[in-house]
């Protein structure tokens, strides 16, 4: 499969999906090869959205942008072959706060959605706890992304491997 999901992230980033109109979103999918674009009301501070997109190929990918562990998400990305799931903050008060999710908060999204693989975004490599690199590290379908990752659909079972050299002590 050589989908490159990258292509569909930048399309949906530089997009406020509040102002796509019926046309652009019906071009956005004929050039993407999607058959289905869904936004789901994430739950952050401020308006925002996350996106389920189901392509040609069968491949049920989520993007959850900035949001807080929401159930609409995982209703509606159930059993998804990707979940890119935000994982900003480390310390659930903080995160809450500030209408993130924690490292586990996404994790537990990921199983409860029944992901194939999750990816790990706005993840902040400093003071993780004992107990959250532990997590990391025995979950064989998660991958931690950085900055300007480009994964493809067939590296998925291996980019976990990745996750001890970019998880520092
Ligand atoms: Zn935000």
């Keep these: 499969m050589n989908w490159e999901m990258n292509s569909v992230l930048n399309s949906v980033k530089f997009h406020s999906l509040e102002k796509w109109k019926y046309e652009e979103v019906k071009h956005l999918c004929k050039e993407l090869n999607l058959y289905e674009l869904r936004p789901v009301e994430a739950l952050h501070g401020i ?3 996350s996106v389920s997109l189901r392509h040609s ?14 159930e609409q998400l995982i209703k509606r990305g159930f059993d998804c072959d990707i979940l890119i ?8 008060d903080i995160a809450q706060k500030s209408y993130h999710s924690t490292v586990e908060d996404a994790i537990d999204v990921s199983e409860r959605m029944k992901a194939k693989h999750t990816i790990l ?6 003071d993780l706890s ?12 998660v991958t931690v992304a950085v900055d300007f990752m480009r994964v493809r659909m067939s590296d998925l079972p291996y980019t976990p491997l990745l996750n ?4 520092h002590r």
């Design 47 to 49: 308006p925002a959205k």
């Design 164 to 167: 001890p050299f970019l998880i």
């Design 121 to 126: 975004t706005n993840f902040v490599n400093e």
């Design 57 to 70: 190929s069968g491949v049920h990918l989520v993007y959850s942008g900035d949001t807080m562990p929401n």
């Design 130 to 141: 004992q107990q959250t690199r532990e997590l990391l590290l025995s979950k064989s379908n």
């Design 85 to 92: 799931h935000e994982a900003t903050f480390q310390q659930k």
